[in-house]
């Protein structure tokens, strides 16, 4: 696990990420086969680096997996298994998936899979779907009663298990378009971050796909034949907004994929001095320092680097 937890070598992960963009094609791959040997390193990588740096598991942790049945959750389930076989520290896992009697839900499939991989899991059967469908007007979006309905159930299942750790299949393309959601609707810079303190002030939740690609997500999914569950059973409206999101990036991904790669290591890299919130930096009381030597204030000096397109800063 000390490669996976402790690599620093960005450079070599991104190579990894561009190698896959090249050798990878949209049919699905064989198992067995080096594209999917590169692209399930990817994964494997990107997420103990992620683990690594926001000390998301700890030794004797408990992390209950949340699966809905998509690729994400499938995707982080197994890579998380994969990570309990070389880690430095013991944890355990706990699948759980909320049955929340949408109508069609193959309730079935998901402890199937459960049984025949041989986890340890969990399903919590709370009928929400009525609940929501009685308190919003038909053709309007269900999704934020719903999260909030199903963000309770599971804190409440994770106190009831003995979860220490509470684990969301969230990827890189989720943070990245919640950061634009929040910029462009809410008037803040915010996203969902890799770990942390739950609503409820008593669970911890980590995004262990948090450097993933969704792109990649979805072709180890298909080439792992995982038994994917449809996302739409409850019959919800698509979010406008997010899905504008995911349009604007993906065409900015075509133009320049860079400046995706920049924008998600922007939002770990944040010089407060250089913004405008008056909450994370004292501009009434400056203070001056004895004179140093200085080229002065070169922080929007132009770039011969970024002139010439070449690649300035270390990508995630």
Not at 163 to 187: E, P, S, V
Not at 237 to 260: D, G, S
């Amino acid at each position: 696990m000390k490669e996976v937890f402790n690599m620093n070598d960005i450079a070599d992960a991104k190579r990894i990420s561009d190698e896959i963009d090249e050798s990878v094609s949209t049919e699905v791959m064989s198992q067995g086969s080096r594209r999917f040997e590169i692209l399930q390193k990817g994964i494997r990588r990107a997420a103990g680096k992620a683990i690594a740096d926001f000390n998301m598991i700890e030794d004797g942790d408990v992390i209950m997996v949340c699966m809905s049945g998509g690729a994400d959750s499938y995707t982080m389930l197994e890579t998380l298994r994969y990570l309990q076989t070389v880690a430095p520290v013991n944890f355990e896992l706990i699948a759980v998936n909320l049955d929340q009697k949408q109508p069609g839900f193959p309730e079935h499939i998901l402890p199937q899979y459960f049984e025949s991989i041989g986890v340890r899991y969990k399903i919590v059967e709370e009928d929400t779907y009525s609940i929501v469908i009685d308190k919003i007007a038909p053709g309007k979006t269900t999704c934020s009663l719903c999260s909030r309905l199903r963000r309770a159930i599971l804190y409440r299942t994770a106190k009831e298990i003995g979860a220490t750790k509470i684990a969301l299949g969230h990827h890189r393309d989720d943070i990245l378009h919640t950061f634009m959601l929040n910029m462009f609707y809410g008037g803040k810079i915010k996203t969902m971050p890799a770990k942390l303190i739950a609503d409820d002030g008593q669970n911890i939740v980590i995004r262990p796909l948090a450097y993933c690609r969704e792109p990649d997500i979805k072709k180890y999914a298909a080439a792992m034949q995982f038994p994917i569950i449809p996302c739409n059973l409850c019959g919800s409206q698509p979010n406008l907004q997010r899905q504008a999101m995911r349009e604007m990036m993906n065409q900015w991904e075509k133009t320049n994929p860079l400046w995706i790669k920049s924008m998600f290591t922007a939002m770990g890299n944040i010089t407060p001095s250089h913004m405008l919130d008056r909450s994370l930096f004292n501009f009434d009381n400056f203070k001056m320092e004895p004179p140093k030597e200085s080229e002065g204030d070169i922080l929007f000096d132009r770039d011969d680097k970024l002139d010439a397109g070449q690649n300035v800063v270390q990508f995630l």
